[in-house]
């Protein structure tokens, strides 16, 4: 266990990082981990449900990308955790977006190989029984991937991804007290559309607004990483651009911290994927022989020699409109993956390390005030 002081949203803390157990084998094999899973926590139990991973090789092996409808439970009796591995989702997919609501684990979209869904379901942990519970909740008005979701009051949001149709910026509202009505189509981001971004409820003054920060798109081979950052004001009905994050970021985490700040933890900040995406496009191009020998060498090394994600944890305090460096993490931040509260920790389930590389590790994250 590490432990360093820091300042998380609060006033000054200790932080303890404590290493979980990792995802359970399969077929007697070390879990490899997942990247895109559904994650969260029903009745004290952590929910990890879903995924991809690359189990038959690295990308610049020719292995490929398999999709996973394995649910794991992780359980606890106080400082004891044990997996459980229970019954599997209705298809394997990734990619989606989760929140926690009532017990619930609400799931949504995601992709498989072939397709993007639409539908949203929940899943609840039955302590009793050792069992899932799996109810259909309304689908969304489009099938999205890499989309953002987030928890106010009893109004479930999700925003961007991506769709059919490209990158999104939409915003949709579903009232699960009335879950009949549907989902409402609310402004559009103002920026950007993008995909692998954040939505985050949180305190602004009396009011609870949504806060996007970061993302990316990509068209024709090329992709975009933002630093830019709104509000969605949802008492007003519209957004509000922020100041930048200090550095372009994607596929990242983030939390509500305290009453009234955004943690965002870890990211891409996709420097070595633009370089990656450039020896892409030559090699498209670029007939057999030498010079696309040489490419596709230089090409993989850049995947293997990644140096791993963003580690800085950053603050973003809405009343002052200022960014801040919490923290720099100690481990390898996994990137695609959700940051859940198990009561008063922050938990970072498995995720991808380095491209094509994942990680069984649960991470557990404890902000304990400093003595």
């Given at each position: 266990?590490?432990?360093?002081?820091?300042t998380?949203?609060?006033s000054?803390?200790?932080?303890?990082?404590?290493?979980?157990?990792?995802?359970?084998?399969?077929?007697?094999?070390?879990?490899?981990?997942?990247?895109?899973?559904?994650?969260?926590?029903?009745?004290?139990?952590?929910?990890?449900?879903?995924?991809a991973?690359?189990?038959?090789?690295?990308?610049?092996?020719?292995?490929?990308?398999?999709?996973?409808?394995d649910?794991y439970?992780l359980?606890?009796?106080?400082?004891?955790?044990?997996?459980q591995?229970?019954?599997?989702?209705?298809?394997?997919?990734?990619?989606?977006?989760?929140?926690?609501?009532?017990?619930?684990?609400?799931?949504m979209?995601?992709?498989?190989?072939?397709?993007?869904?639409?539908?949203?379901?929940s899943?609840?942990w039955?302590?009793?029984?050792?069992?899932?519970d799996?109810?259909p909740l309304?689908?969304?008005?489009?099938?999205?991937?890499?989309?953002?979701?987030?928890i106010?009051?009893?109004?479930?949001?999700?925003?961007g991804?991506?769709s059919?149709?490209?990158?999104?910026?939409?915003?949709?509202?579903?009232?699960?007290?009335?879950?009949?009505?549907?989902?409402?189509?609310?402004?559009?981001?103002?920026?950007?559309?993008?995909?692998?971004?954040?939505?985050?409820?949180?305190?602004?003054?009396?009011?609870?607004s949504?806060?996007v920060?970061?993302?990316?798109?990509?068209?024709?081979?090329?992709?975009n990483?933002?630093?830019?950052?709104?509000?969605?004001q949802?008492g007003?009905?519209k957004?509000?651009?922020?100041?930048?994050?200090?550095?372009?970021?994607?596929?990242?985490?983030?939390?509500?911290?305290?009453?009234t700040?955004?943690?965002?933890?870890?990211?891409?900040?996709?420097?070595?994927l633009?370089?990656?995406?450039a020896?892409?496009?030559?090699?498209k191009?670029?007939?057999?022989g030498?010079?696309?020998?040489r490419l596709?060498?230089?090409?993989?090394?850049?995947?293997?020699?990644?140096?791993?994600f963003?580690?800085?944890?950053?603050?973003?305090?809405?009343?002052?409109?200022?960014?801040?460096?919490?923290?720099t993490?100690?481990?390898?931040?996994?990137?695609?993956t959700?940051?859940?509260?198990?009561?008063?920790s922050?938990?970072l389930p498995?995720?991808?390390?380095t491209?094509?590389?994942?990680?069984p590790?649960?991470?557990?994250?404890?902000?304990?005030?400093?003595?």
């Amino acid at each position: 266990m590490t432990s360093l002081y820091s300042t998380f949203g609060l006033s000054q803390t200790r932080l303890h990082y404590n290493r979980l157990p990792d995802l359970p084998a399969q077929n007697g094999q070390p879990n490899p981990g997942v990247a895109g899973a559904f994650a969260g926590v029903s009745h004290n139990a952590l929910i990890v449900a879903g995924g991809a991973n690359f189990p038959n090789g690295y990308p610049w092996q020719g292995g490929t990308k398999v999709w996973h409808s394995d649910v794991y439970v992780l359980t606890r009796e106080g400082d004891n955790y044990r997996w459980q591995i229970t019954q599997s989702m209705d298809r394997a997919r990734a990619y989606g977006a989760s929140v926690v609501w009532r017990e619930q684990l609400i799931c949504m979209g995601g992709n498989d190989a072939q397709h993007r869904f639409a539908d949203v379901f929940s899943l609840s942990w039955n302590p009793a029984t050792a069992s899932l519970d799996q109810q259909p909740l309304p689908s969304m008005p489009m099938p999205l991937a890499n989309l953002a979701a987030t928890i106010s009051g009893h109004t479930l949001y999700v925003f961007g991804g991506e769709s059919d149709q490209g990158t999104e910026k939409s915003l949709f509202a579903l009232d699960l007290n009335a879950t009949a009505t549907g989902w409402q189509k609310l402004s559009d981001l103002p920026g950007p559309a993008r995909a692998y971004t954040t939505l985050v409820a949180q305190l602004n003054g009396s009011s609870q607004s949504l806060y996007v920060v970061g993302g990316r798109q990509t068209t024709d081979g090329l992709t975009n990483v933002y630093a830019d950052a709104y509000e969605y004001q949802i008492g007003q009905q519209k957004w509000v651009r922020l100041p930048d994050l200090p550095q372009t970021l994607a596929a990242h985490q983030a939390i509500a911290s305290g009453s009234t700040d955004i943690v965002v933890i870890g990211g891409d900040d996709g420097k070595r994927l633009q370089q990656i995406e450039a020896l892409n496009n030559r090699l498209k191009v670029q007939s057999e022989g030498t010079e696309r020998d040489r490419l596709t060498e230089k090409r993989n090394q850049l995947q293997i020699s990644h140096p791993g994600f963003v580690k800085t944890i950053w603050q973003f305090q809405p009343q002052s409109k200022t960014w801040s460096v919490l923290d720099t993490l100690p481990f390898p931040v996994p990137v695609t993956t959700s940051a859940v509260m198990w009561g008063a920790s922050v938990i970072l389930p498995s995720g991808e390390v380095t491209p094509g590389i994942r990680t069984p590790a649960i991470w557990k994250v404890d902000l304990d005030p400093a003595k």
